[in-house]
Nanobody, 114 residues
Protein backbone atom coordinates (compact mmCIF):
# COMPACT_ATOMS: atom_id res chain seq x y z
CA UNK A 1 0.00 0.00 0.00
CA UNK A 2 1.38 3.38 -1.00
CA UNK A 3 0.11 6.80 0.01
CA UNK A 4 1.00 9.91 -2.00
CA UNK A 5 0.39 13.21 -0.23
CA UNK A 6 0.30 16.45 -2.19
CA UNK A 7 -0.99 20.00 -2.08
CA UNK A 8 1.35 21.64 0.39
CA UNK A 9 3.00 24.98 -0.18
CA UNK A 10 3.52 28.49 1.09
CA UNK A 11 0.41 30.40 2.11
CA UNK A 12 -0.19 33.65 3.95
CA UNK A 13 -1.90 33.72 7.34
CA UNK A 14 -5.65 33.50 6.88
CA UNK A 15 -5.27 31.64 3.62
CA UNK A 16 -6.43 28.20 2.53
CA UNK A 17 -4.95 25.02 1.12
CA UNK A 18 -6.28 21.60 0.21
CA UNK A 19 -4.15 18.54 0.75
CA UNK A 20 -4.75 15.30 -1.09
CA UNK A 21 -3.67 11.76 -0.28
CA UNK A 22 -3.88 9.25 -3.12
CA UNK A 23 -3.90 5.63 -1.98
CA UNK A 24 -2.68 2.83 -4.22
CA UNK A 25 -5.54 0.47 -3.31
CA UNK A 26 -9.30 0.71 -3.21
CA UNK A 27 -10.11 2.54 0.01
CA UNK A 28 -13.82 1.73 0.10
CA UNK A 29 -13.21 -0.98 2.71
CA UNK A 30 -10.57 0.88 4.73
CA UNK A 31 -12.07 2.00 8.01
CA UNK A 32 -9.43 4.34 9.42
CA UNK A 33 -7.73 7.14 7.55
CA UNK A 34 -6.15 10.25 8.97
CA UNK A 35 -3.92 13.27 8.67
CA UNK A 36 -1.06 14.01 11.05
CA UNK A 37 1.49 16.78 11.16
CA UNK A 38 4.94 17.38 12.55
CA UNK A 39 6.25 20.87 13.18
CA UNK A 40 9.98 21.57 13.47
CA UNK A 41 11.29 20.36 16.81
CA UNK A 42 7.97 18.82 17.81
CA UNK A 43 6.45 15.37 17.86
CA UNK A 44 4.05 14.19 15.19
CA UNK A 45 0.47 14.90 16.21
CA UNK A 46 -2.96 13.86 15.03
CA UNK A 47 -4.82 16.45 12.99
CA UNK A 48 -7.98 14.71 11.79
CA UNK A 49 -9.38 11.27 11.16
CA UNK A 50 -12.26 9.83 9.17
CA UNK A 51 -13.89 6.43 9.26
CA UNK A 52 -15.47 4.34 6.54
CA UNK A 53 -18.84 5.66 7.69
CA UNK A 54 -17.71 9.25 7.44
CA UNK A 55 -17.32 9.88 11.15
CA UNK A 56 -14.72 12.57 11.66
CA UNK A 57 -12.53 13.63 14.54
CA UNK A 58 -10.35 16.73 14.84
CA UNK A 59 -7.64 18.05 17.06
CA UNK A 60 -8.89 20.97 19.13
CA UNK A 61 -6.37 23.26 17.47
CA UNK A 62 -7.94 22.80 14.02
CA UNK A 63 -11.65 22.40 14.81
CA UNK A 64 -13.77 24.73 12.75
CA UNK A 65 -10.89 25.47 10.35
CA UNK A 66 -10.06 22.09 8.82
CA UNK A 67 -12.30 19.58 7.08
CA UNK A 68 -11.31 16.00 6.35
CA UNK A 69 -13.07 14.04 3.62
CA UNK A 70 -12.63 10.99 1.43
CA UNK A 71 -13.62 10.00 -2.09
CA UNK A 72 -13.69 6.23 -2.28
CA UNK A 73 -14.12 6.21 -6.07
CA UNK A 74 -10.88 8.17 -6.44
CA UNK A 75 -9.10 6.37 -3.58
CA UNK A 76 -8.26 9.78 -2.22
CA UNK A 77 -8.50 11.49 1.14
CA UNK A 78 -8.51 15.28 1.46
CA UNK A 79 -7.79 17.89 4.09
CA UNK A 80 -9.29 21.30 3.42
CA UNK A 81 -7.51 23.87 5.56
CA UNK A 82 -8.71 27.42 6.01
CA UNK A 83 -7.94 30.38 8.26
CA UNK A 84 -4.39 29.12 8.40
CA UNK A 85 -2.08 30.34 11.14
CA UNK A 86 1.71 30.40 11.37
CA UNK A 87 1.49 27.65 14.00
CA UNK A 88 -0.06 25.37 11.39
CA UNK A 89 3.32 25.24 9.67
CA UNK A 90 4.40 21.60 9.55
CA UNK A 91 4.95 18.59 7.38
CA UNK A 92 1.56 16.93 6.93
CA UNK A 93 1.35 13.15 6.63
CA UNK A 94 -1.53 10.93 5.65
CA UNK A 95 -1.97 7.58 7.29
CA UNK A 96 -4.14 4.52 6.94
CA UNK A 97 -4.48 1.16 8.65
CA UNK A 98 -4.91 -1.91 6.44
CA UNK A 99 -4.67 -5.60 7.31
CA UNK A 100 -3.31 -4.79 10.76
CA UNK A 101 -0.52 -2.63 9.37
CA UNK A 102 0.00 1.11 9.43
CA UNK A 103 0.94 2.94 6.25
CA UNK A 104 2.22 6.52 5.97
CA UNK A 105 2.54 8.90 3.08
CA UNK A 106 5.79 10.74 2.46
CA UNK A 107 4.56 14.08 3.82
CA UNK A 108 3.85 17.43 2.26
CA UNK A 109 5.17 20.69 3.68
CA UNK A 110 2.76 23.47 4.60
CA UNK A 111 4.31 26.82 5.44
CA UNK A 112 2.13 29.63 6.73
CA UNK A 113 4.00 32.90 6.61
CA UNK A 114 3.67 36.46 5.41
Amino acid sequence: VQLQASGGGLVQPGGSLRLSCLVSINISSINFMGWYRQAPGKQRELVATITIGGITNYADSVKGRYTISRDNLKSTMYLQMSSLKPEDTAVYYCRTNWNSRVYWGQGTLVTVSS
